[in-house]
């Protein structure tokens, strides 16, 4: 938003912008977390088992859930293909929330036809301001 | 007394981290999506569930036993009316069903706790299906809570306007 800056509420619209803070929060702030989130959501239908769901968070998550028709499995690598032994079977039906923060997740159907979706809750700090999930920072992905 | 008395002055904004480490004040809604006479059996209708405080958490039962009787959240209206129009029309669908931004809810099942932050949400059902909506709310009167929508930064409630068809 072009106007986040001002303070009063009569002269600009609220927007999630208007959170914006000095200093920034980071990732290890803890009231962040001890908030409730921001819902964000998405669904893909007719996923095949060739294919995957790469999710990119604009925030870092305070936690998510995925709900899919067949089982899943999901990685947290960032980047290249995903490991076998680093992946979390998903079966059939929604997962117990997962409290974790991360900005970026990886879907890998186990049959073709599948529709999962996934319901996060985000905090207030940019995804940009959290290390790339991978194991150079120290991520056992 | 009443919930009102609870609130203070200052008001608290939505990012007063204290109202989400109480637990919330109850809200209770069960409903039956209306029918249209009958002719068209399955046909997909919305419920909005309106907020006074915002939530602290969400949680919702989806008592239908039939199977494939789904119901959908969604955060804005925007996106249900692209997803409604898709769905009971033609099999154009708006923005397709990849990347809608809404959760697909099982018959006959309870979400977990959902802790979000929010003022408003509709659910899309069949004709005659019944869903319960129970949530925890804070303190924090709604009208100060953005309205959800992509331009406000909720960018996982909405598709980019810019983008939708």
């Known amino acids: 938003m072009s106007n986040w800056l001002s303070n009063t509420i009569a002269d600009r619209d609220l927007g999630i912008s208007d959170n914006t803070r000095v200093p920034m929060p980071h990732h290890n702030f803890v009231p962040e977390y001890q908030m409730s989130g921001y819902p964000w959501a998405i669904t893909d239908t007719d996923l095949d088992s060739s294919e995957t769901l790469d999710i990119d968070f604009p925030a870092v998550t305070r936690w998510f859930i995925v709900y899919c028709n067949n089982p899943v499995k999901i990685s947290f690598k960032q980047t290249g293909s995903s490991d076998a032994d680093k992946m979390f079977y998903i079966p059939t039906g929604m997962s117990q929330r997962l409290e974790l923060k991360c900005k970026h997740i990886r879907i890998i159907p186990t049959a073709n036809s599948t529709t999962v979706s996934v319901l996060a809750g985000l905090t207030n700090i940019p995804s940009t301001k959290y290390p790339d999930q991978t194991t150079d920072n120290g991520f056992n992905v | 007394m009443t919930v009102e008395n609870n ?40 419920k909005k569930v309106s907020f006074d405080q915002v939530t602290r958490w969400i949680q919702i039962l989806n008592h239908n036993n039939t199977n494939n009787t789904h ?95």
Not at chain 2, 26 to 42: D, H, I, M, R, V
Not at chain 2, 71 to 91: H, P, R, V
Request: charged fraction near 15%.
């Open chain 2, 7 to 46: 609130h203070r002055w200052p008001t608290p904004n939505h990012n007063y981290v204290p109202e989400y480490q109480m637990s919330g004040v109850p809200f209770l809604e069960t409903f039956t999506f209306p029918t249209n006479g009958g002719s068209n059996n399955g046909e997909l209708t919305s």
């Open chain 2, 71 to 165: 119901i959908y959240l969604f955060f804005n209206d925007t996106e249900l009316a692209s997803f409604i129009a898709g769905k009971n029309g033609s099999n154009a669908v708006p923005n397709g069903y990849k990347g809608c931004r809404h959760i697909k809810i099982d018959n006959g099942s309870y979400t977990p706790r959902f802790e979000l932050k929010c003022k408003e949400l509709w659910i899309l059902g069949e004709e005659g299906a019944t869903c319960s909506v129970m949530a925890g709310l804070t303190s924090i009167p709604s009208n100060t809570f953005p309205d959800q929508k992509y331009s406000n930064g909720f960018t996982g409630v909405q598709i980019n306007p810019a983008n939708a068809n």
